[in-house]
Each structure stands twice: as structure tokens, then as C-alpha cells.
């Protein structure tokens, strides 16, 4: 057996590991809501809630996190940053309907999401490296809808290149709706990324990230969505991961193909998202400014599963060529 044959045995390891992780994450998507992102009219069993009704806080974290939020949409109501600390602390999420020109609030891969979900996916991701060699990741994602103001974003990620493969680093993120019209919506997001992963596969670093969000649909199917933050390395293996402090910003432009129910084509979008990442400290080498574009797809399969897809080109100098990601969703 050559060389080149132990290389490929390693490479194919490396992505059922990645693939082994997506799947047993997408196996823990709870089955008994089926629902849809942006207003689905399948039937549901349980009966609706009422906006006017008066909520404890146990009924509004149930309803919001497993109840039918989607096929009354007339529930849902306008917040706004003056009424920030008053108003829908006390009442469950309502899926939104559809902005001003009629597109659905639906996340995109590489994107900043500016909206609350309920909803999990599994994400796999090849980046090919200019030296010839090859790393992946594999990562489940799950939103979690507390209240009308307030979720939790988590992230459960695998890393693998040519030394190793090992769990990433954890993610939560507290997300803070601050208003919501028909057409527009911001939300607040402070990230927390724990030293859980190795610093081989760049992780190991703990880290805070606040970012600033938005979403926009004024016109038929154009949608508009981004934002700004910092990502601020405080712990762990920062230099051997080479992590530093950076300024972000997202912008991202797409527009709705078909309507929803047209599966497996349904709600086809395709976008691009355009990402920055500029670095302010010298804490590890590397280049100083990031832009990469993502040019992607997103489409309803049927049943709530989706299935999305970019490849993310770096602009400026970058120590890969280029990443290609994949994932299935499902929304409940």
C-alpha cells in the first residue's frame, strides 16, 4: 500500500467522522412538532394560545419552545426598542408572517440571521487548503425560542485535518429580539465560545462575541440581512490556535425563487453573503483583514426539512483556497 493510498484511508476517516457527527445530531431533533419557518399550513393537533391571554412563565417557555406557533400568525404582534423592557418578556415566540414584499424570514448558511427560529441543523464543512490538504467540520445547530424577546442559540461542533479529530469548541448565544415590524427586524446577540476543542484544530480558545444583527424584506423577494460585532479571545490556547481580537461585519443580499409549498423547490432562494473580519490586536500571525464571499442556496424538501448550501471564497489572503458547506434542517 503507497503513501498516496494511506492518505486517501485517512481522508475518507476523517469524513465519516464528520458525517457520523451530523447525522447522530440531526438524530436528536425532537419529532413530535411538525411545523414550518415562515407559515406552514399543515394541520396541527395541539390547540393555539391567545396573545391577549395572561402567561406564567413556565406557559410561555413551554408554548413558545414546543407549542403551535405557526398557524396563526395573526398572534404575532410589532415590538420596538422603546417598549424593550416591557413588552413580550411575558408573552410566547410567534412565528412572524411573511415581511413586505412577501419573503419568509428564513436563515441562510454564512449569514447573519437578524430573526428568532425554532429549528435544528446539521452542517458539513470541506476546506481545501493551498499546501493540498484538506480539513472538515461537522456542526449541529439549534435555536431555541424562549419568549417573544428572548432565545438561546447553541452549537455542538466536530473539527478534523491531517493531525486530528476532535470535538470544537461549544457555543451558546443569548439573542435579544430589540424590534420587529412586517419588514424589519434587529436583534441583540452576545456569544459565549467555551475551550472544549483543541487548539490543533484552532480551537481551545474562549472567547466573547456581541454582535448586532438585522433583516430586511421591503420588495417581492429580495431580502436584506447583516451586521456588525467583535470577537474578543480572553482564555485558553489563543496563540497556539492563533485566534485574535477582530472586528466582524456580515452583509448579505438574496431573493425568493418560488413559494413554499412548491417542493422540493419550494421557498428557493439564492443569495450571496459577503463577510469581514478585521483584526485589531497581534496576539497571533496571520493577516490582519478577511473577506470572503458566499455565494448559496437555500429550498424546502417537504415534510419541514431544508437543505442548504455555499461555497466561501476568501478575498484576500487566506490560509485556504476555499470551503465548501452543506446541511440539512429541519424546523419544528
Not at 19 to 41: F, N, R
Not at 275 to 284: E, G, H, S
Amino acid at each position: 500500500m503507497g503513501l498516496q493510498d494511506l492518505g486517501n484511508m485517512r481522508t475518507n476517516k476523517m469524513i465519516k467522522h464528520c458525517l457520523l457527527a451530523g447525522v447522530a445530531g440531526l438524530a436528536l431533533i425532537p419529532p413530535y412538532i411538525i411545523a414550518a419557518e415562515g407559515g406552514s399550513t399543515e394541520p396541527k393537533t395541539e390547540a393555539p394560545f391567545h396573545i391577549d391571554h395572561e402567561y406564567t412563565f413556565g406557559e410561555v417557555v413551554k408554548q413558545s419552545m414546543f407549542g403551535d406557533v405557526y398557524s396563526q400568525p395573526e398572534n404575532w404582534q410589532e415590538l420596538s426598542i422603546s417598549n424593550f423592557f416591557s413588552e413580550g418578556w411575558d408573552k410566547p415566540w410567534v412565528s412572524p408572517p411573511t415581511g413586505g414584499g412577501g419573503a419568509p424570514r428564513q436563515g441562510w448558511l454564512n449569514a447573519y440571521e437578524g430573526v428568532f427560529y425554532r429549528l435544528s441543523l446539521g452542517v458539513f464543512g470541506w476546506k481545501h487548503h493551498s499546501n493540498n490538504t484538506d480539513s472538515y467540520s461537522g456542526n449541529l445547530v439549534t435555536f431555541t425560542p424562549i419568549n417573544s424577546r428572548f432565545e438561546v442559540k447553541t452549537e455542538i461542533p466536530v473539527s478534523s485535518n491531517s493531525e486530528a479529530t476532535n470535538f470544537g469548541d461549544f457555543r451558546i448565544q443569548a439573542r435579544f429580539l430589540l424590534s420587529e415590524s412586517r419588514n424589519f427586524t434587529q436583534t441583540f446577540n452576545l456569544d459565549f465560545r467555551t475551550p472544549t476543542g483543541s487548539a490543533i484544530n484552532g480551537d481551545d480558545v474562549a472567547s466573547i462575541i456581541p454582535q448586532y444583527q438585522f433583516w430586511a424584506n421591503w420588495w417581492k423577494g429580495l431580502v436584506v440581512r447583516g451586521g456588525t460585532g467583535f470577537t474578543i479571545p480572553y482564555a485558553g490556547e489563543i496563540s497556539k490556535a492563533g485566534a485574535r481580537s477582530t472586528f466582524d461585519a456580515n452583509f448579505s443580499v438574496g431573493y425568493y425563487m418560488t413559494p413554499h409549498d412548491m417542493t422540493p423547490f419550494g421557498d428557493m432562494v439564492w443569495y450571496l453573503a459577503t463577510n469581514l473580519n478585521q483584526a485589531i490586536d497581534n496576539r497571533a500571525d496571520g493577516g490582519d483583514t478577511a473577506v470572503t464571499l458566499s455565494p448559496g442556496f437555500r429550498t424546502h424538501l417537504g415534510m419541514d426539512w431544508y437543505m442548504l448550501g455555499t461555497v466561501e471564497v476568501p478575498v484576500t489572503n487566506s490560509e485556504y483556497d476555499y470551503q465548501v458547506l452543506f446541511s440539512f434542517m429541519k424546523v419544528y
